[in-house]
């Protein structure tokens, strides 16, 4: 599995290049089967979801070409085959096959997916988006997602979606694209990586409006075209960097951006003293002077920092916003409203030394400025993985990092981005 070993106690200072939208590359690789032709997609991160992502694809049949680090040109083949059960467990992003293959081959078996284990990832969106496309949706005896079409073609419908899950509405997009007439997906989500979807469609041939909001026009189409597409910058990359350089007390420019889908980040950065200003059409810098106070609300009450759908606060972001308002002053309560057991990571703070009281799965109450000491850790998931990689940067000693594959899995060459910023981490293989 690897871990990371890091000396904390370096500000992160420098340049900082943010990868392709690790969720966005998903949905996009996923949506190469809707076609027969060659589909190349650019600023694809490379980082372990991808690659078994593109493993899963060849699975299936597809012809997968690597042009570089972050290009890939792929042509869907038979769509058939044996999809590994290790792979498809090992990556959250492998329910987004359900959608494209549902349109395409009319019937699918799938193993349930794996990833971070956060809290409970429902399937319930998912059968009721595709079976109002007109599929029936089951698990069966052996605890496989059974999906198959009533039709020889899915057949449009207004559909509306009891959550907006991303990868829901994701899997009814794709599904509706080569479904016969106009779907309206009602209650959809509306991430920059739904939208990355969206604008890939159209440019496949798909006639989708209403990108960006949470009602969706998708025109379903005889047959999709090839394209090349480039993937938006990864706004949770993005913040976490911020998060970094606050923690540490560096400065980084971030270069590869797009500050349009900062506006929430940077709203909630500021209520733990921490802010950025934009440094032309696609860099942002935070800078050193920063007030390092965790804000009051106008009552003069403790403030609170919650996640939300898009376009709220990311619930991705809430483990590293965490980390960060440990070396602030002041007291401010984070709020997990999403996943149920994403805030149990805080063990390992509490462990390193900071003042944190964890009210229940869902609340903590941070109070800072704690000195962090370094520590033997483990990473729960990718988001929490990387709180605690900014935590040890923080600390003082030395900090081990173990099963950061679970880290690896969306930040793209995290070890030499930080050397090279200045920390002092080494990979151990």
């Known amino acids: 599995m690897g871990a990371y070993r890091i000396t904390g106690g370096n500000p992160a200072s420098g340049e900082v290049q943010i990868s392709g939208n690790k969720n966005g590359a998903l949905p996009c690789l996923a949506a190469t089967l809707l076609t027969d032709e060659p589909v190349r997609l650019l600023n694809v991160p490379d980082i372990e979801d991808v690659q078994v992502m593109v493993k899963l694809l060849e699975n299936l049949g597809s012809k997968v070409v690597k042009e570089d680090a972050n290009t890939y040109t792929i042509m869907s083949g038979g769509r058939s085959g044996k999809l590994k059960k290790k792979l498809v467990q090992s990556v959250r992003g492998s329910i987004l096959l359900l959608g494209p293959l549902l349109a395409t081959i009319d019937e699918v078996r799938l193993t349930p997916p794996g990833g971070d284990v956060i809290g409970l990832r429902r399937l319930d969106t998912h059968f009721i988006g595709l079976s109002s496309l007109?599929?029936?949706?089951?698990?069966?005896?052996?605890?496989?997602?059974?999906?198959?079409?009533?039709?020889?073609?899915?057949?449009?419908?207004?559909?509306?979606?009891?959550?907006?899950?991303v990868t829901a509405t994701e899997n009814v997009i794709m599904a509706s694209s080569l479904a016969q007439g106009e779907s309206i997906i009602s209650n959809a989500a509306s991430e920059p990586h739904v939208q990355d979807l969206c604008r890939m469609l159209n440019s496949m041939g798909c006639h989708i409006e209403g990108i960006g909001s949470n009602?969706?026009?998708?025109?379903?189409?005889?047959?999709?075209?090839?394209c090349e597409f480039r993937l938006t910058a990864d706004y949770m990359e993005a913040g976490s960097y911020i998060g970094l350089a606050g923690a540490t007390g560096g400065q980084l420019l971030l270069k590869g951006v797009d500050p349009g889908h900062l506006r929430m980040?940077?709203?909630?950065?500021?209520?733990?003293?921490?802010?950025?200003?934009?440094?032309?059409?696609?860099?942002i810098l935070v800078p050193k002077r920063q007030k390092r106070i965790l804000a009051k609300e106008v009552g003069g009450h403790t403030a609170k920092i919650d996640d939300a759908p898009w376009p709220g606060f990311p619930a991705d972001l809430l483990s590293i916003i965490t980390v960060c308002a440990t070396q602030m002053e002041?007291?401010?309560?984070?709020?997990?409203?999403?996943?149920?057991?994403?805030?149990?990571?805080?063990?390992?703070?509490?462990?390193?030394?900071?003042?944190i009281i964890l009210c229940d799965p869902h609340r903590a109450v941070v109070n800072g400025p704690s000195q962090l000491l370094g520590s033997e850790l483990s990473s729960p998931d990718v988001r929490a993985g990387m709180a605690l990689v900014i935590a040890a940067a923080c600390a003082k000693g030395v900090s081990v990092i173990q099963n950061i594959y679970?880290?690896?899995?969306?930040?793209?060459?995290?070890?030499?981005?930080?050397?090279?910023?200045?920390l002092s981490i080494e990979r151990d293989a």
């Open 134 to 165: 007109g599929a029936s949706c089951l698990i069966n005896e052996e605890g496989e997602i059974h999906i198959k079409a009533n039709g020889s073609r899915l057949k449009a419908n207004d559909i509306f979606l009891d959550e907006a899950s």
């Open 265 to 283: 980040i940077r709203l909630g950065f500021e209520r733990i003293g921490i802010t950025f200003v934009v440094d032309g059409p696609s860099s």
């Open 330 to 355: 002041g007291s401010i309560l984070i709020h997990e409203k999403m996943f149920e057991s994403r805030m149990f990571f805080v063990d390992w703070l509490i462990r390193m030394g900071a003042d």
């Open 215 to 226: 009602r969706l026009y998708v025109t379903g189409q005889k047959k999709l075209h090839g």
């Open 406 to 422: 679970q880290i690896e899995r969306g930040y793209e060459n995290l070890c030499g981005k930080l050397q090279a910023l200045g």
